[in-house]
């Protein structure tokens, strides 16, 4: 059974930075792209990062790129987002989700809370 | 403001047959496979439909979906309560400012 589990959220401070992590299971991870997609309270789902199995290519969200790291450890079936120069607007549940070329989202993760306030 | 355009609202009663639309352009829909996911209450997304029109193993033959042009849309067939959800749709976009996934901006669906 495939499974995605997220971690890492929490409260953080403006400015600050935060690790979340992705431990995927029931499959071959390293065959398959990774994403992290975000919702706002309320809001719609935004793509903010991916990265193909390899970890060869890796493509940001213009609202993260400079601030946000995506990376995936294939020995250990993680794939992980550290978050940095955080801004309110980014507080939000990321989600992690597989991919197989164009097809985004087989699975989901059940997401992880990011709250960014002072 | 999302690049790929759905109305915010759909309704139907049960029974009826129901169609969310989703509007991009020659960079996205005009030129790659959409995905559709159904978001109930509290709940991740799941995938509903991948290029196009085809259905994950499990999602019922009420879901089905189509592409035109640079516009896809969503049909949900006999309606049920339980399908009182928000719908997306995402597509891979080949923009000059660098390749990107992008989503519709969400359709709430009330079944009355």
């Known amino acids: 059974e495939v499974q995605l589990v997220e971690s890492g959220g929490g409260l953080v401070q403006p400015g600050g930075s935060l690790r979340l992590s992705c431990a995927a299971s029931?499959?071959?991870?390293?065959?398959?792209?990774m994403n992290w997609v975000r919702q706002a309270p309320g809001k719609g789902l935004e793509w903010v990062a991916s990265?193909?199995?390899?970890?060869?290519?890796?493509y940001y969200a213009d609202s993260v790129k400079g601030r946000f790291a995506i990376s995936r450890d294939n020995a250990r079936n993680s794939l992980n987002l550290q978050l940095s120069s955080l801004r309110a607007e980014d507080s939000a549940l990321y989600y992690c989700?597989?991919?197989?070329?164009?097809?985004?989202?087989?699975?989901w993760g059940q997401g992880t809370l990011v709250t960014v306030s002072s | 403001q999302s690049v790929l355009t759905q109305p915010p609202s759909a309704s139907g009663t049960p029974g009826q047959r129901v169609t969310i639309s989703c509007s991009g352009s020659?960079?996205?829909?005009?030129?790659?496979?959409v995905n559709w996911y159904q978001q109930l209450p509290g709940a991740a997304p799941k995938l509903l439909i991948y290029r196009n029109d085809r259905r994950p193993s499990g999602v019922p033959d009420r879901f089905s979906g189509s592409k035109s042009g640079t516009s896809a849309s969503l049909a949900i067939g006999g309606l049920q309560s339980e399908d009182e959800a928000d719908y997306y749709c995402?597509?891979?976009?080949?923009?000059?400012?660098?390749?990107?996934?992008?989503f519709g901006g969400g359709t709430k669906l009330t079944v009355l």
């Open positions: 029931g499959f071959t991870f390293s065959r398959y792209d």
């Open positions: 020659s960079s996205n829909i005009g030129f790659n496979t």
């Open positions: 990265i193909t199995g390899s970890g060869t290519n890796i």
């Open positions: 989700a597989r991919s197989w070329g164009l097809d985004l989202g087989d699975y």
């Open positions: 995402a597509v891979w976009d080949d923009s000059l400012n660098g390749p990107k996934w992008v």
